[in-house]
């Protein structure tokens, strides 16, 4: 009963440094995204993806790049990591693109850039 | 763009009483799902109840009722009986299929006391 598995849970990085924040999800869920929480401002869509091969923009993703080679896994990178990428990021899946359909959610990575 | 409002960033409650967390959302198109899910200390996030727009009856699971005024643009959560494991952050969040995307509100904690 996996569900929607994120690693790390926590990381620290220097500011400049890369990093790729793993998700996967063995639901066989079309739909994932990437959600970043910060205090005061709810979860923020960063990117998409409505099936393998497809990838999209969502409200905040400068900075971040993601890519979605298998139906399963759906990673999160970090270019070149700054301050403000400070955040607690969450990763989504559902069964497809639609309004109805319920997101399952990670338990979230704690990302701290210093 | 959709955009989804909570007004009250905390609210409290005794054990067994009822309390209602407001949301409201804007919108121009008809067809759209909306959606609270809470998010306890432990960070993951668990969908409580749905309400589908084109739903006149309001959603009801268990302890947790919706009351959904689609002119309004309101849809607020009330939770009765409230329980010491109610006390979480509650998030509102909307969703349409015209773009696929999962847009949540600031969010509201919820503390209870005994």
């Known amino acids: 009963n996996a569900g929607v598995t994120q690693t790390p849970k926590f990381q620290v990085l220097k500011t400049g440094q890369s990093m790729t924040l793993q998700c996967a999800q063995d639901?066989?869920?079309?739909?994932m995204s990437w959600y970043r929480q910060d205090p005061g401002m709810g979860l923020r869509l960063i990117h998409y993806?409505?099936?393998?091969?497809?990838?999209d923009q969502g409200e905040v993703p400068n900075g971040y790049n993601v890519s979605r080679s298998t139906t399963e896994d759906f990673p999160l990178r970090l270019l070149s990591a700054a301050p403000s990428q400070t955040s607690v990021y969450f990763c989504?899946?559902?069964?497809?693109?639609?309004?109805?359909?319920?997101?399952?959610f990670g338990q979230g990575t704690r990302l701290t850039v210093v | 763009a959709q955009t989804v409002t909570q007004s009250q960033p905390e609210m409290s409650v005794q054990e067994a009483e009822t309390v209602t967390l407001s949301c409201t959302y804007d919108?121009?198109?008809?067809?759209?799902?909306l959606f609270w899910y809470k998010q306890p200390p432990s960070r993951q996030m668990i969908l409580v109840i749905r309400?589908?727009?084109?739903?006149?009856q309001n959603a009801t699971e268990n302890r947790f009722s919706v009351n959904f005024q689609k002119a309004a643009k309101s849809f607020s959560l009330k939770i009765s009986d409230s329980q010491l494991g109610d006390a979480a952050m509650y998030f509102c969040?909307?969703?349409?299929?015209?773009?696929?995307?999962?847009?949540f509100g600031t969010g509201t904690r919820l503390q209870v006391f005994p």
């Open positions: 989504a899946s559902s069964l497809s693109a639609g309004a109805s359909t319920e997101a399952f």
């Open positions: 639901m066989n869920h079309e739909y």
């Open positions: 993806s409505v099936g393998a091969g497809i990838t």
């Open positions: 919108t121009s198109e008809s067809d759209y799902y």
């Open positions: 309400q589908e727009a084109y739903k006149q």
């Open positions: 969040a909307y969703n349409s299929a015209e773009t696929d995307k999962l847009i």
